[in-house]
């Protein structure tokens, strides 16, 4: 059974500092594509940042300079380092592993992120 295990959302102060953790089991990790989404109460969910099997990233502009997403295959996880975290990044935070050409998709359960003074 494919799990993917969030760890790391906590309460955090304007302009403080947050690593997300989803850690994989269950499945091969390597040939995974991972992504980062949030979803803040009443918006839709939003791509925050990927990275490809191959290591390529890609960050949604509201966040290019202040996180940064990468992978540890040996541990099956992949990390979110934020950074100067603003009141509008509180949202849901949610892993995502997918595997186009098999057509898999799996979903973590998304911790919590207020950001509040």
């Known amino acids: 059974q494919v799990q993917l295990v969030e760890s790391g959302g906590d309460l955090v102060q304007p302009g403080g500092s947050l690593r997300l953790s989803c850690k994989a089991s269950?499945?091969?990790?390597?040939?995974?594509?991972m992504t980062w989404y949030r979803q803040a109460p009443g918006k839709q969910r939003e791509l925050v940042a990927s990275?490809?099997?191959?290591?390529?990233?890609h960050y949604a502009d509201s966040v290019k300079g202040r996180f940064t997403i990468s992978r540890d295959n040996a541990k099956s996880t992949v990390y979110l380092q934020m950074t100067s975290l603003k009141r509008e990044d509180t949202a849901f935070y949610y892993c995502?592993?997918?595997?186009?050409?098999?057509?898999?998709?799996?979903w973590g359960q998304g911790p919590q992120v207020p950001v509040s003074s």
């Open positions: 995502n592993a997918a595997q186009t050409a098999w057509g898999y998709s799996y």
């Open positions: 269950g499945m091969p990790f390597y040939p995974y594509d």
């Open positions: 990275i490809t099997s191959g290591f390529d990233t």
